[in-house]
């Protein structure tokens, strides 16, 4: 199982802070990404068309880093301070 957890903005769009994916046929971040879409259609213009942060295990990711059952994989605005 890989843990998605939702951060922020993306959170509360969502209505979700966190579920669980079967690991099966998924070895990279954007593996993910179509695993989510494909369960959850309205979810792909914030996931594949803006401009997400993505951590795997607390480090930053890219579409293509790899990701293993037991991971945890989030997901979040780009964040900006003032």
Not at 20 to 27: G, M, P, R
Not at 33 to 46: A, D, K, M, N
Not at 47 to 73: F, I, P, R, W, Y
Request: proline share 4%; glycine share 4%; net charge negative.
């Amino acid at each position: 199982m890989i843990k998605v957890c939702f951060f922020a903005k993306l959170r509360e769009q969502f209505e979700c802070d966190e579920l669980s994916l079967e690991a099966n046929n998924i070895t990279q971040v954007k593996d993910v990404i179509t695993q989510l879409v494909t369960l959850h259609p309205s979810w792909q213009s914030e996931l594949k068309q803006s401009k997400c942060l993505v951590a795997v295990n607390h480090a930053m990711a890219k579409a293509d880093t790899a990701v293993n059952s037991g991971d945890e994989v989030a997901f979040f605005p780009p964040v900006t301070g003032g």
